[in-house]
């Protein structure tokens, strides 16, 4: 073999045509382009992503997302914080939908604020109804049989304590007040009897005074006896009723016991019947029920009036089951009855003991007043703003006055698996997905339990936007 020489490479080169050496490095390129291009095929999946298309995190991106954005002082703040926790990798799953620009951003409609720290109280919401106080509704009826002489009152009227409803003709409301009367004088004259007999005690025998107090004593029970009678019908001798009245005085008074002056002018004691037994109202109220005319027969197993006192109603609210466990007598209560224009306000009275066995809520309630609203036309006196039976919403605050981080209620977005917001990133086109805890929710804001921390940016307009991108690309990514 013949050795090389110094100078035969130069030789050998000048021997290589140029036109070869151009397509050797022609070929070179093409190469490294080939090479190139499988990297970027490989990295993105062979796939040409579009503007708003959603990527997973690469390996590479942290660099990348660590890039500050070209604005202020304070912007630059919020894009380290949000960059920091990207770059944890808080969650194994998150997701990052990206635009094309900040111009995109901005025709997307996306805003961004910063989640603060407010005071908020916790309610816990349910539906209720109103009801009538049911230890203020009376049901009334006959407590002896008899005909309905007069009734005074009717469905929808007005009663105060101790009016007369109605009035009726019974012949045993007669025959217990002669029987009192009957019981009244025999015990007058006894007594006036052992009185002589005590004057003469001297020249009376012993046995006799004996007699005649036993005699006393006797008609003194049946007296008694007699006015319980009166008291058990609803008839109550007045305190200040003389039992030794002249006869004609006695006999008128029992004759239209329980009857008011304005009645009693109307009658006339020589042809009035004595059988006449009022029906009273126990309370102030409003008659919702009415059975009786006049000249019916009435029983004493019928029913013959409902009053229910309406300044104060009931509010019986469906509490879920989950809930109930938060609530506690006294908490304060606000109900909004359909149709009217404000809250009532109200504590919790009751908190019911057993779960509905259809609906699986536990009943609460709540006492409110119902005030008197005044008449649109000035005249007359109103009505009540509370009727039975009317649908509304309750809240009961279940906590007050506590410091906690909210977000709008726009911020917010599920998925139907999980409650999320959106977090800008720092290149300013880019907003991660963050998984979150709601709470409690009032007038635009929602409480954020985790998932957020105060002065962190969040999507507040949009995120719908960024919540639609994103099931687009997970559609995607599963039909490939």
């Given at each position: 073999m013949p050795a090389f020489r110094p100078?035969?490479?130069?030789?050998?080169?000048?021997?290589?045509p140029l036109h070869s050496r151009v397509q050797q490095i022609g070929n070179l390129l093409v190469l490294a382009l080939l090479i190139g291009l499988g990297i970027w095929g490989h990295r993105?999946?062979?796939?040409?992503?579009?503007?708003g298309e959603v990527?997973?995190?690469a390996a590479g991106d942290a660099g990348r997302r660590s890039q500050a954005f070209d604005q202020s002082a304070e912007t630059a703040e919020r894009e380290q914080s949000s960059s920091d926790r990207f770059a944890a990798g808080q969650a194994a799953d998150l997701q990052i939908v990206r635009f094309q620009s900040a111009a995109a951003v901005k025709q997307a409609g996306i805003r961004v604020d910063p989640a603060h720290v407010q005071q908020l109280d916790e309610y816990v919401e349910a539906n209720g109804v109103v009801g009538y106080d049911e230890t203020r509704v009376a049901q009334l009826s006959s407590r002896v049989p008899g005909i309905a002489w007069r009734v005074e009152k009717h469905v929808g009227d007005q009663a105060h304590k101790g009016e007369i409803l109605a009035i009726l003709d019974s012949i045993e409301v007669g025959n217990a007040k002669a029987k009192f009367l009957e019981a009244a004088v025999d015990y007058d004259v006894k007594t006036q009897n052992l009185k002589h007999l005590e004057q003469i005690s001297?020249?009376?025998?012993?046995?006799?005074?004996?007699?005649?107090?036993?005699?006393?004593?006797?008609s003194r029970i049946r007296r008694f006896n007699a006015r319980q009678t009166l008291i058990n019908l609803g008839l109550p001798l007045p305190h200040d009723f003389a039992i030794d009245l002249p006869d004609e005085q006695l006999m008128q008074r029992i004759q239209f016991l329980g009857l008011p002056p304005h009645i009693v002018a109307e009658l006339e004691p020589a042809v009035a019947t004595a059988n006449l037994l009022p029906i009273v109202a126990p309370f102030d109220g409003v008659l919702i029920n009415s059975e009786i005319v006049t000249g019916e027969v009435v029983q004493t197993a019928n029913q013959q009036f409902v009053i229910a006192d309406v300044s104060h109603m009931w509010l019986k609210l469906d509490v879920k089951k989950a809930e109930a466990v938060r609530l506690e007598l006294g908490?304060?209560?606000?109900f909004l009855p359909d149709g009217a224009a404000g809250e009532l306000e109200s504590t919790v009275s009751w908190i019911g003991t057993e779960v509905d066995e259809k609906t699986r809520t536990v009943q609460v309630r709540a006492i409110a007043g119902n005030p008197i609203v005044p008449s649109p036309t000035g005249t007359g006196d109103g009505q009540r703003l509370l009727r039975a039976n009317t649908f509304g919403t309750a809240r009961i605050r279940v906590r007050e006055n506590r410091s906690t981080v909210v977000v709008p209620h726009s911020a917010i977005q599920w998925d139907g698996e999980r409650h999320m917001v959106f977090v800008p990133l720092p290149d300013g086109c880019s907003f991660a997905l963050r998984t979150v805890v709601p709470g409690a929710t009032h007038d635009k804001y929602t409480e954020i339990v985790s998932g957020i921390a105060a002065d962190e940016f969040v999507v507040s307009l949009g995120s719908y936007v960024?919540?639609?991108?994103?099931?687009?690309?997970?559609?995607?990514?599963a039909k490939q």
């Open positions: 100078g035969q490479e130069s030789q050998a080169r000048k021997g290589v993105n999946h062979w796939q040409i992503r579009r503007h990527a997973k995190p001297s020249a009376v025998p012993a046995r006799t005074l004996r007699d005649a107090r036993g005699d006393v004593r006797e908490q304060r209560v606000r960024l919540k639609s991108e994103l099931g687009r690309g997970q559609t995607a990514a």
